[in-house]
Structure formats: structure tokens, C-alpha cells
């Protein structure tokens, strides 16, 4: 399966990532302790393709039945540089615990860097103690974005909820 994946990427345009670059650029951030990044990453881009942005950041975030998500980070694009970027979010499930993590948001159908700036809800699941990777798929029109975390912490659930992204930090997620 990785082979098509591979081929497909060597004829991109300009603007969009390689799973090589995505997967370099995951290492270099999340370092050593993500054997499963590889694997994760090629899962994002067999189901949506060629990114054409992707944020590096960490957040913390917990829950006991509703939670709390916030996190910053810097937006990377190869048209347009690189932007700062704030999240922030509720959820509500059944869902425990907390956890602190470096995440790496893969970007798809990003019209234009203005267009980051909103609500993408989805639906979320976890179930790890001490660490753990882990990957969510958001939405807002066509755009997606898929989180993919490495994080410490002790978490069991599912809930739905969105995430708000913002140029600047913010306390309120809502």
C-alpha cells in the first residue's frame, strides 16, 4: 500500500507535502519516541491525500465527562511561510483523564490562511496510560484537519466536540 502513496506524491504541485517531508518533519519534532508516526501518516494520507499545510505545536488537554483542549503551535505552508496558531476547545462524551502532547496537524484543502481561522468539529477517542499516538479527523466545509498526537498522560474515552483555531491565544473555547 505504501508504494501507490509514495508514487503519488513524487507528482505533486508546489504547494502540497510528501509523506517523506510530513514524516521528516514528525520525526525531527516528536523525536524518538514515535515508532508508530510512519504508519500513522501514511494511514492520513492514504485516506485524504496530499496536505498542503501542517501545524506543529502542544496542547493539554482533560476531561471527566465534558473537557478542555488548548494548545499553540506555528502553521507551515510552502506557498505562504509560516503562521502562528491557537486552539482551543470543548468536548462532551464518555470520556477521563488528561493528557499533554505535541501534535502535528495535517491540513487539507486550505484555500488560503484566513480560512484556518474557525470552528472544526469531529468526533475523538483515546485509551492510553503514560503514553501513547493517536490520530483525529476534523472538519469544517472542505477543508480537514487530522491531529495526530504523542503524548503523556493516563485517558479512556470518546466524545465529540471541535476545536477553535485562532491567530491569537485565547482562554474562552467557545
Do not use: C
Request: proline letters at 5%; charged letters at 10%.
Amino acid at each position: 500500500m505504501a508504494a501507490p502513496v509514495a508514487t503519488h506524491a513524487q507528482s505533486t504541485s508546489g504547494s502540497q507535502y510528501t509523506v517523506q517531508e510530513i514524516v521528516d518533519a514528525g520525526h525531527s519534532f516528536f523525536g524518538s519516541t514515535t515508532g508508530g508516526l510512519a504508519k500513522v501518516v501514511e494511514r492520513a494520507f492514504e485516506s485524504y491525500g496530499l496536505p498542503n499545510g501542517y501545524i506543529l505545536g502542544q496542547e493539554g488537554s482533560g476531561a471527566f465527562v465534558a473537557g478542555l483542549t488548548y494548545g499553540e503551535g506555528e502553521m507551515n505552508t510552502k506557498n505562504v511561510g509560516s503562521h502562528p496558531v491557537f486552539w482551543q476547545g470543548p468536548s462532551l462524551g464518555l470520556d477521563w483523564g488528561g493528557q499533554g502532547s505535541r501534535t502535528m496537524m495535517l491540513v487539507y484543502n486550505l484555500p488560503d490562511v484566513n480560512a484556518l481561522y474557525t470552528r472544526f468539529a469531529g468526533v475523538s477517542g483515546s485509551a492510553y496510560v503514560v503514553a501513547g499516538v493517536g490520530m483525529t479527523v476534523l472538519t469544517e466545509r472542505n477543508m480537514v484537519i487530522v491531529p495526530i498526537r504523542t503524548g503523556i498522560g493516563a485517558r479512556l474515552g470518546i466524545n465529540a466536540g471541535y476545536l477553535k483555531l485562532t491567530r491569537s491565544p485565547t482562554w474562552n473555547p467557545f
